[in-house]
C-alpha cells in the first residue's frame, strides 16, 4: 500500500467518492462552508463510472457549525480505522 505524505499541520486531506459528480460536488459544498479549502480535484472513481473529488481544508480558519462542532468532539481516543483504510 503507498502510504501518502500527511498533510500540514491544520490542514485534512478529504476524498469524497460518489456515484455522480453532482453529489460529490455537494457534499465538498457543505465542507467548504465550514472550513477554508483549496480548489477541489476531481477523478473518475473506477468502471461504474462514479467520481472521487479531493480537497485540502485548513481547520484552522472554520466557520459556524464547524467551530462548535470541533470544540464538542474533542476526545482523548484515537478513532478506529475502517477495515479498507489499514
Request: hydrophobic letters at 35%; proline letters at 6%; charged letters at 25%.
Amino acid at each position: 500500500m503507498e502510504h501518502e505524505p500527511l498533510p500540514s499541520e491544520g490542514h485534512a486531506e478529504v476524498r469524497i467518492v460518489a456515484a455522480t459528480p453532482e453529489v460529490a460536488r455537494r457534499v465538498a459544498e457543505v465542507l467548504r462552508r465550514c472550513f477554508a479549502s483549496t480548489e477541489q480535484r476531481s477523478y473518475p472513481a473506477g468502471r461504474g463510472g462514479g467520481t472521487r473529488l479531493h480537497l485540502t481544508l485548513d481547520t484552522g480558519q472554520t466557520a459556524e457549525p464547524a467551530r462548535s462542532w470541533l470544540a464538542a468532539s474533542e476526545s482523548t481516543q484515537e478513532a478506529q480505522a475502517h477495515a479498507d483504510e489499514v
